[in-house]
């Protein structure tokens, strides 16, 4: 699992990258990885990146109008990048 400094890092390049970027869309590789079901993800489709935040060991991700997304990295700690 990644250490706070990690996470720093982390939420610091998301925003120089993704800031004010619309999501194209959520994929879910099993559906272990969700935890809630409200709101439903395509509420988040198409709409732009507010900001990134650190919340403990978890990357907030604040699409504005009170929707977010939650990350924990788990032991992995890693996102993939497709172009």
């Known amino acids: ?6 996470i720093e890092i982390y939420v610091e390049r998301l925003n120089d990258k993704l800031q004010g970027q619309p999501l194209q869309s959520i994929r879910l590789p099993s559906p272990f990885f969700l935890r809630t079901v409200e709101p439903p993800l395509a509420r988040f489709e198409q709409r732009s990146l507010v900001e990134v935040r ?6 907030l991700f604040d699409f504005g109008d009170e929707l977010y997304l939650l990350v924990h990295l788990m032991v992995l700690g890693r996102f993939h990048w497709r172009k």
Do not use: A, S, T
């Open 1 to 6: 699992m990644p250490e706070l400094p990690d």
């Open 54 to 59: 650190r919340m403990g060991k978890r990357i």
